[in-house]
């Protein structure tokens, strides 16, 4: 039983590397997808941080805030982030998908493509049943940015310098830095280990 679920994930994998490596421009795609998803969330918040007219142009501090305008602040942040970065990326990677499955596989490759998934996710879901998971990477990736954005702010001076002291702007602007420092120090070796990983994984 145990050399059958080998073999089963033995082929399985071979399936999966054999489809990457034929279309690894899709991969490729919907990797710049993402990066563009992200810069478009950055740049959204910077340019709602200065024309919101909730926050004060990015000039109020948290003082200046009540529960009415911090509440009406988030939840436009929410929408404008939907309507700009969120609906946009959906609506693009939909239409990989759909030019990849409707003019790109041929029947073959679906019926398999359907035939393994179908059987990942019942396998997936037996072995997740009655487990319970730990803390997450986007937990951890959190949590290095907020111990960033602490240091960042310690640096300039600002340690024990009231909340009420600083407008919604400086925070942003610390809050961007560091996040853009820890993508670049978390990502770029994460992707050189994940491109070793695959070569060796896959590639041999």
Not at 93 to 118: D, N, T
Not at 175 to 189: E, H, N, Q, S
Not at 193 to 199: K, L, N, P, R, V
Request: charged share 15%.
């Amino acid at each position: 039983m145990a050399s059958n679920e080998g073999s089963n994930e033995i082929r399985n994998e071979i399936f999966w590397r054999n489809l990457v490596i034929r279309y690894w421009y899709f991969v490729l795609i919907f990797g710049l997808l993402i990066v563009g998803a992200i810069i478009g969330f950055i740049l959204t918040l910077d340019w709602y941080m200065d024309y919101s007219t909730i926050g004060g142009n990015g000039s109020y501090t948290f003082n200046d805030f009540s529960m009415r305008t911090a509440i009406l602040w988030v939840l436009f942040l929410i929408l404008w982030i939907l309507l700009i970065v969120v609906l946009p990326t959906l609506v693009v990677g939909g239409i990989i998908v759909a030019v990849i499955w409707f003019a790109v596989l041929p029947p073959e490759v679906k019926e398999e493509v359907k035939i393994r998934s179908k059987k990942e996710e019942e396998e997936e879901h037996m072995k997740k049943r009655g487990m319970k998971h730990g803390g997450s990477s986007s937990g951890a990736f959190g949590l290095l940015t907020f111990i960033g954005v602490c240091i960042h702010i310690a640096v300039d001076g600002n340690w024990q310098t009231p909340f009420g002291s600083l407008n919604m702007r400086y925070f942003l602007d610390v809050w961007i830095t560091v996040f853009i420092w820890a993508l670049i120090i978390v990502g770029i070796p994460a992707v050189i280990f994940g491109i070793i990983w695959f070569a060796r994984k896959y590639l041999r």
